[in-house]
């Protein structure tokens, strides 16, 4: 089992920066898959991005890449979300979560453990 928490959240403008941490708390940490995903007020939950547990293999929906990058560091059982260019439609609650299974032809996914989110308010 592992919790997780998310940080590094907050108000930026558009076109600026933001990175979001998450610290996993557990014995297992680099066994994991992990994911970002984000759901906006009235909208329902989207998948962002997923890095495997080595850190080798990454996904991003289309609305992100080539903005946003994943990347985790096991030794400090920390997986990253940096996100630039941000863009108004980008502005949501973001999650991290160990992932079970995930589906690159459609962006599905089932997740174990999910941490309490963090908002980002990108503005005009």
């Known amino acids: 089992q592992v919790q997780l928490v998310e940080s590094g959240g907050g108000l930026v403008q558009a076109g600026g920066s933001l990175r979001l941490p998450c610290a996993a708390f557990g014995r297992t940490f680099s066994s994991y898959a992990m994911g970002w995903f984000r759901q906006a007020p009235g909208k329902e939950r989207e998948f962002v991005t997923f890095?495997?547990?080595?850190?080798?293999?990454?996904y991003y929906t289309d609305s992100v890449r080539g903005r946003f990058t994943i990347s985790r560091d096991n030794a400090k059982n920390t997986v990253y979300l940096q996100m630039n260019s941000l863009k108004p439609e980008d502005t949501a609650v973001y999650y991290c979560a160990v992932v079970r299974e995930f589906r690159p032809a459609t962006y599905g996914y089932e997740c174990d453990y999910w941490g309490q989110g963090t908002q980002v308010t990108v503005s005009s």
């Open positions: 890095i495997n547990w080595g850190g080798s293999t990454t």
